[in-house]
Every structure is written in structure tokens, then in C-alpha cells.
């Protein structure tokens, strides 16, 4: 994800000054969805709940 900032950058899409700013951000962001990612890897599945069964539509 970062490499495409680089891109940006390389391209004149954005300044060099800009790039910290993103950089910063884009790291922050790996950080919470890899958080989440182990965070739903280790929690076990919760219980299932048996589904109702739905009664088929009245005719006119």
C-alpha cells in the first residue's frame, strides 16, 4: 500500500513534503487492521443460533 504513495510522489501527484504525512498514516493503518485480523484469527466462533423457518408466501 505504501508503494503506492511512493508512486504518487514519483509521479508529481504529491509532494515529498507531503509524503511523511501519509506515510505516517498508512502504517497506522496496517497496524489496526492487522490488530483486528489476529484479533478475529484467535476468537472462536460464537455459538450458532438455529434459523427460523419461514413460511412460503399466501396465494390470492
Known amino acids: 500500500m505504501l508503494n503506492h504513495f511512493i508512486d504518487a510522489v514519483d509521479s508529481g501527484y504529491l509532494s515529498k513534503e507531503e509524503f ?3 506515510e505516517h498514516a498508512v502504517k497506522k493503518a496496517l497496524k489496526a487492521v492487522n490488530g ?3 484479533y478475529l ?3 472462536p466462533d460464537p455459538p450458532s443460533k ?3 423457518k419461514r ?3 399466501e396465494a390470492p
Open 20 to 22: 511523511p504525512k501519509f
Open 36 to 38: 483486528l485480523i489476529r
Open 41 to 43: 484469527e484467535t476468537t
Open 50 to 52: 438455529p434459523r427460523k
Open 55 to 57: 413460511k412460503p408466501p
